[in-house]
């Protein structure tokens, strides 16, 4: 049990320096000497052991100085604490109860397999039946053939050479690594000398595991014919288990004809960990009358506090692991098939340790709050949290003890618990989550500590336990945040994750919890996704938009549900794929998913719906980028509700689904009823998971996935190479850079592939789906492999349903699944009617007063924690107002930030800052919700391939014919926008429009004649004087301006260190944008790019620009510029611009904020300074 690699070396470096340092030399010596012995009495194994590599095993040296073996890769050992002395007390054990099969024999008469009489299952006697103990015999000094099951460090081959007289000695070794490890310590020398001496004829079966066994007996037995042959197991894997317990059983003649059944996959229950210490089986009974005693004191309190796990054990039996006491009076378990015990002589010292092991060095995962990405960082709770992480960062803990008091751990694995009674004895564990997958472990516990006392103390301190027996993982993190989300998931920040033992099947279980609790804050519904969610669901109900009914798959037919469905993502594997979907597209359902649409219009494939799955407005982005309106409005849109209205306008028809959970969905369906439409439970993270998850709950029988890959062998080629995250096959971005791509899954075509931490969980999602529908789904894609979806190469895809059952299904499911709600009319007065907004205003303030209040002391930021979460739940069950929806995420984190801080530092003004942060957060949150309640998403992504569309549908609406003024140097102007024209020159024509861009360092040097274009876009490095009277001058119609602000030359050094923006006129891309939007916008600003600067130098930079223009009192934030409405016209007709973007109306003063894009990199500020030397 104590396998880890800390508990064996020693703390002290210097020591455990010392130490190693002693032994190197006798590992040399003794590795020359080992193999000068196999090369005298074995040489046919030189070359192998010279061939083996050590690639994540090799040994080791404790701090007691001897020998172990460790695997790196899991950081876990093969031994104990006392190699030596466990191998011995093994040797000692197995040679006086030793496994003997007579090659003559048909089976141990008095062995039986069948159960045990009732009174006895779950009992020692129970074990020893079914194991063959009894019949087990000593281990004679003369062996006739004597069968090893694996080496290890070897040492047990020494004592059985020196100690018998062994005719023929079998050693299998499937792991070559231990092996050679053995050759650095173990003294073969001796050994091969020894049975040299003795004439033992050895047989090293190396990289073998013994599952030849019947043939290698009977290939020995024709040559010297055998009588018998023993069999020692050194230690445990399942191959070796099985043939253990055929030998326990001893029909050889059945073994010869039926051979070995091997059973290599193992439960959480079934597995044993690949050493364990030997014990003395005799000196072990049932749990006695005090251990009996106690079990029933348990069980009554279990019948107060846990009833349902009270009927669970109130009679229960061990299945597979049986409880017994030792003569120290301590409970150990045995494994009922082959004697094997879970612990060594003293189970509660090996908890105790193993308890004092995490202590010195506990685990707290703590919470990923921060948020990495780009597009959404213009939201108030990404700004609130990006300004927060440098709070956070100055109370980072170096590695500490744990902490007297614990506000929450997790305690995975109770074994029989003697852990939990040392940690509760000497820490406050104030929420106490207990899982134990295994059921006979538990049991075991309850004849092994007093659980009565742990209970009523729990009970009397107002603490909280939560208890979870028999789950191997599947449904812990859903049962797990339910608790968490009972108390407040902030809590999760202050949350010890505790392994009490290691169980190599639960491994990905156990990581994929660790994973989603980590991730619950961050991946939460927080302040602007709810906001928009809500706002463009309304927005669609309004519409009168159609929704999936309440259980759809009953409005189809029979015919309906058996046309397949293709499903189509945009891996890499769809560009071999195309084909086929090619060949069956007028057979079936298509459905292109995300950024695949890009792939099949450039195939010609038109697919009958599109899903997309955000609701921001990159979606809008990404679809605009297929550059084709008509093939667009050609196709039906589905997706979930929360979809960005912008985005439905692009497409022929729009059918919406609610995604459970939202937001936006539980606050529409208070009003439409949760009996009338359906919620989507799998639909998340990927669109993909949308549509399967849709098609699925429809009914549809047959599903095939294209390119829906979810990973990638090779991490250059992530999508498929015709979509649009590449151009002339080159990435339009540094995918592998912007995503960790190194996560190793099983492969659907191939052993393995490459993922990221969302296709993994999307793969997860998906596995959820198909196992809660009736579906045949194929996987056609070569990516990760989905369990429960059968893997199907493209060109083997044969389908049975005909065009006109295709386009029934089709005309079914439009019009019989979904429906729009009744009174959808004037649907935006009934939900402003039952969540008032005079409500919401009066609870928002409710918060920011008491974020007014400051701090005193830590037990106030804790009272604090706890007023906000009352103030939340407060709102929601008031049911008068939004704010629950609203800002159940945001508040979750604030809290678990609070929290954080405030159990890591006793720094009030730290605690202070993050008090005055959170309450400018609040402050803007009013201010934006409630001057724009409807507003939409205006995230973007891609900005300069979208605009280019619209540029171009744009100029050839006009005729646009287009001309630059410039100063020398500044001609890449006229290249910007020529790109654009409709015409190859200059010269007016008839029915065309002039437009003509007119720039200059300083705007007094600007000299044209206005009389040369129809419009004349006007720009300069300096603020333009009597900008005012020209602002007021609305006649002044075919004028606009643009101020790109550089009061000083471009100087690289400045730029590099963060003093100045990258502002070159090579970087003027923008000004085309201008030209198309000039007739309601007096002035442009474009946004600025710096590196590695700090806010302060920012706005050192840009106040003069900004308090040039203190007469603004209104202007829209597009995603690449600024747009100052001309005089008479109302900011809100410019929320949308010509080139396909939406804005931010912003009604006050110019923002610094408003002028700042991205900062650059340091590689591509370098990259840029580069190309403007060329």
């Known amino acids: 049990m104590l396998k880890n690699i800390r508990l064996h070396i020693d703390k002290d470096e210097e020591k455990q320096t010392q130490v190693e340092k002693l032994t190197a030399a006798y590992i040399e010596s003794q590795y020359k000497a080992n193999l000068l012995a196999f090369r005298t009495y074995i040489p046919s194994l030189v070359e192998q052991i010279n061939t ?37 007390e093994q040797y000692s054990n197995l040679a006086n109860r030793a496994i003997c099969v007579a090659l003559n024999s048909k089976g141990n008469a008095q062995y039986s397999d069948t159960k045990a009489n009732e009174e006895d299952l779950g009992a020692l006697s129970d074990a020893l039946s079914i194991s063959g103990y009894d019949y087990r015999e000593e281990l004679p000094q003369h062996i006739e053939t004597l069968v090893v099951l694996g080496i290890g460090l070897g040492l047990h081959i020494g004592e059985l050479v020196k100690n018998h007289s062994i005719e023929n000695l079998v050693v299998y070794e499937p792991e070559l690594q231990y092996f050679k490890c053995s050759i650095f310590c173990n003294k073969w020398d001796e050994i091969l000398s020894i049975a040299n001496e003795k004439g033992v004829r050895l047989f090293f079966q190396l990289g073998k595991d013994g599952r030849n066994i019947v043939n290698d007996i009977e290939e020995l037995n024709e040559h010297f014919s055998l009588n ?10 399942p191959v070796f288990d099985s043939i253990e317990k055929a030998c326990i059983q001893g029909d050889w003649t059945r073994l010869k004809r039926e051979g070995l059944n091997f059973n290599l996959s193992q439960t959480p229950v079934d597995y044993v960990p690949r050493w364990t210490q030997s014990i003395p089986i005799d000196s072990y009974q049932d749990p006695g009358e005090a251990a009996q005693l106690r079990r029933e004191r348990n069980l009554e309190a279990l019948k107060k506090y846990f009833p349902a796990i009270y009927k669970t054990f109130k009679n229960y039996k061990a299945e597979v692991w049986v409880p017994v006491e030792g003569d120290n009076g301590e409970i150990n378990v045995l494994k009922k098939s082959n004697l094997v015990s879970w612990y060594g002589l003293s189970p509660r010292q090996e908890c105790n340790l193993n308890f004092e092991n995490f202590s010195e060095q506990p685990n707290k995962d703590g919470l990923i709050l921060g948020y990495k990405g780009k597009k959404l960082k213009k ?16 109370v980072e803990q170096e590695e500490g003890t744990l902490p007297e008091t614990l506000k929450s751990l997790i305690l995975f694995g109770v074994g029989v618990g003697y852990q939990i009674e040392t940690m509760l004895e000497k820490h406050n564990v104030e929420k106490l989550f207990i899982c134990e997958p295994n059921k006979d472990f538990f049991h075991a516990s309850l004849y092994a500590i007093k659980w009565d006392e742990i209970l009523a103390d729990i009970d009397e301190n107002e603490g909280r336990l939560y208890i979870n027996i028999g789950d191997d993982g599947t449904n812990l993190f859903k049962d797990l945040l339910n608790q968490f989300y009972s108390i407040g998931p902030y809590i999760l920040a202050n949350t010890y994750f505790y392994q009490s033992y290691y169980n190599s099947v639960l491994v990905s279980a156990i990581a994929q919890l660790r994973e989603q609790l980590q991730v619950v804050i961050s991946m939460g519904e927080y302040f602007d996704h709810a906001r928009y969610g809500i706002a463009q669901t309304t927005e669609m109900l309004d519409r009168q938009t159609p929704f999936m009914r309440k259980s759809p798959s009953q409005y189809l037919s029979f015919e309906d549900k058996e046309v397949p469905v293709f499903i189509i993502g945009n891996g890499p ?26 792939s099949l219009h450039k195939h010609g494939i038109t697919p009958d719906f599109h899903a997309e799955i955000e609701q921001n407005r990159s979606t809008f982005d990404w679809c605009c980028r297929v550059d084709d309106f008509n093939y667009l409005k050609n196709i039906s849109l589905i997706s979930v509700n929360g979809i960005h209205p912008d985005t439905c306008d692009l497409f022929k028809d729009v059918f919406i689904a609610f995604k459970d959970g939202e937001s936006s969905t539980v606050s529409a369906l208070e009003i439409l009823g949760r009996e009338n439409f359906e919620e989507l439970r ?6 993909s998971n949308l549509a399967v998850n849709l098609f699925s709950k429809l009914g549809m029988q047959q599903l095939y996935l294209f390119g829906v890959d979810l990973g990638f062998y090779n991490k250059r080629s992530h999508h498929s190479k015709n979509s649009s995250y590449y151009i002339d096959g080159k990435e339009i971005y540094d995918y592998e850079a912007e995503n960790n791509t190194s996560i190793v899954v099983p492969g659907n075509f191939r052993k393995t592939v490459f993922t990221k931490y969302e296709f993994k969980m999307s793969k997860t999602i998906i596995e959820q789906s198909l196992a809660t529908n009736s579906v045949s789904c194929f996987n056609c894609s070569d990516g990760a492999k989905v369990a429960g979806a059968v893997p199907l190469r493209p060109d083997m895809v044969l389908v049975m349903s005909t065009p006109q059952q295709c386009s029934n299904a089709l005309k079914s499911i439009k019009s019989n699944a979904f429906s729009s709600f009744e009174d959808a009319t004037g649907y935006k007065e009934t939900f402003y009617k039952r969540y008032r907004l005079d409500a919401l205003e009066n609870e928002l303030s409710t918060f920011i007063d008491r974020a007014r209040e400051p701090f005193s002391t830590v037990a106030t930021v804790d009272n604090f924690i706890h007023t906000q979460k009352e103030l939340v739940f407060a709102s929601y069950k008031g049911k008068k107002s939004l704010l629950f929806y609203l800002l159940y995420g945001t508040v979750n984190y604030a809290n678990a930030l609070f929290s954080k801080l405030s159990s890591a530092s006793q720094n009030m003004e730290l605690l202070e800052q993050t008090r005055e942060e959170w309450l400018k957060t609040l402050l803007d949150i009013k201010e934006v919700y409630l001057d724009n309640v409807s507003a939409f998403d205006v995230a973007s992504s891609c900005v300069h391939n979208r605009e280019s569309v619209f ?32 015409f190859d020159n200059n010269t007016k024509r008839e029915s065309s429009t002039s437009y003509q861009v007119v720039f200059s360092e300083q705007p007094y040097a600007i000299d044209y004649d206005e009389t040369l274009s129809d419009y004349s876009l006007i720009g300069a490095y300096a603020p333009f004087e009597n900008i005012i009277t020209k602002a007021s001058n609305s006649y002044s119609r075919n004028e606009s301006y643009y101020v790109w602000y550089m009061p000083r030359p471009f100087d690289a050094s400045c730029f590099l260190s963060g003093d100045m923006p990258f502002i070159h006129s090579t970087r003027q891309h923008f000004v085309a944008g201008f030209l198309c939007n000039m007739e309601h916008v007096f002035m442009f600003l474009p946004k600025y790019e710096f590196t590695g600067s700090s806010l302060e130098q920012k706005a050192r930079y840009l106040e003069p620009l900004i308090d040039s223009l203190s007469w603004v009192d209104a202007y829209v934030e597009y995603a690449r510029y600024i747009a100052i409405p001309r005089a008479g016209v109302d900011v809100n007709t410019l929320e949308c611009d010509n080139i396909g973007s939406r804005g931010k109306v912003v009604r006050k003063k110019i923002q610094l904020e408003s002028l700042l894009l991205e900062d650059l990199s340091a590689d591509k500020a370098e990259l840029w300074l580069e190309k403007i030397k060329t």
């Open 951 to 982: 540029l171009r549908l744009w100029a050839k609406s006009k005729n646009a014919v287009f001309s630059a003024i410039v100063e020398d140097n500044y001609e890449c102007l006229d290249t910007f926008i020529q790109e654009y024209a409709v």
């Open 379 to 394: 939201y108030l709770h990404y700004q609130f949290v990006n300004r927060t992480e440098t709070l956070l960062k100055q």
């Open 573 to 598: 594997s769809l560009d071999d794929a195309i084909d086929s979907i090619r060949e069956w597209r007028e057979h079936v359902i298509v459905v292109s998913c995300g950024t695949a649409l890009s």
């Open 682 to 687: 799998f639909a998340f993270p990927t669109v």
């Open 228 to 237: 018998q042959f023993h069999v020692y197991k050194h230690y445990n894997i």
């Open 52 to 88: 083996i590599r050590n690639d994540n095993v090799s040994i080791f040296c404790n701090k007691q100085g001897q020998f172990n073996i460790v695997d790196y890769g899991v950081g876990r050992t093969l031994y104990g604490l006392d190699p030596a002395s466990e191998i011995h």
